[in-house]
């Protein structure tokens, strides 16, 4: 048996359980998902057993958001033919979730005034580098939020999150002037900070965060940026320990059609 059959052997054994359902784990699932790093490079640690379905299943979803992840950096890398590639990729698997390139300048004029952007006042509004998100992408991005929060559940809680757990998740930009003060008054509250890294590689600040739980309750709680794109936040408790919104949904309703 080679060593990379090995591995996965001994890793399943491990970890008998799929961390999303809780079925038998057959495979090793990656979250968030190589597509999502700079050359597919990405930190080590973040592998998860996973049930055939559960794995299979987020593919094209995740395709999406790892081409929004890559498309709203703002750290000075040059794109990619791995970018390339991911447009090509959702283009023809679902093209319903590429972004509207055609905005107006009236539609982009107030958009300006959201972000930390600063456009040259020579500049034609017309030609700022914003495009509109289609309401479709809010589904791709719920469904890698709502693993996000169970992958990192099972890495820090230790367990499966079980299927009577609500979840809620939050997204925003990193540019948008909301977001320093959303990272200044949360991520104290969170008080387990994670740099992910990856031996002998410079990965960067590509994803990172802070996340606190509660052993007793079993609440978890994570904030998460990747680079200057996206930060997110998610919020897994038991019914009676739901607070601050109506927007929760319950664990087992990620399984429905699985």
């Avoid at 609440?219 to 794109?229: E, I, P, W």
Wanted: proline share 7%; charged share 20%.
């Amino acid at each position: 048996m080679g060593a990379s059959k090995t591995r996965k052997r001994h890793f399943l054994s491990e970890n008998p359980l799929c961390f999303f359902c809780g079925n038998e784990s057959k495979t090793i699932d990656h979250v968030p998902s190589r597509q999502c790093f700079r050359n597919r490079v990405w930190p080590e640690g973040y592998e998860f057993p996973a049930c055939e379905a559960c794995n299979n299943g987020a593919g094209p979803l995740e395709q999406v958001v790892a081409l929004y992840l890559l498309m709203g950096n703002h750290d000075g890398e040059q794109q990619t033919i791995q970018f390339q590639k991911l447009i090509a990729g959702v283009r023809n698997n679902a093209p319903r979730y590429l972004p509207k390139i055609d905005m107006s300048a009236n539609a982009k004029k107030p958009a300006l005034t959201l972000y930390n952007f600063e456009h040259p006042a020579d500049e034609p509004v017309a030609n700022a580098p914003i495009v509109e998100l289609p309401n479709e992408n809010r589904v791709a991005f719920e469904a890698f939020e709502r693993r996000l929060t169970c992958a990192l559940y099972y890495m820090h809680m230790g367990e499966v999150m079980p299927m009577t757990h609500m979840i809620r998740t939050y997204r925003l930009q990193a540019i948008q002037k909301s977001a320093d003060d959303l990272i200044r008054t949360a991520a104290p509250m969170l008080p387990n900070d994670i740099k992910t890294k990856r031996q002998n590689t410079d990965i960067g600040d590509q994803f990172f965060y802070n996340w606190y739980g509660d052993p007793s309750t079993k609440m978890f709680v994570f904030l998460a940026q990747f680079s200057l794109s996206f930060i997110f936040i998610g919020v897994s408790c038991r019914p009676e320990d739901m607070t601050g919104g109506e927007d929760y949904r319950p664990h087992s309703d990620d399984l429905v059609g699985n």
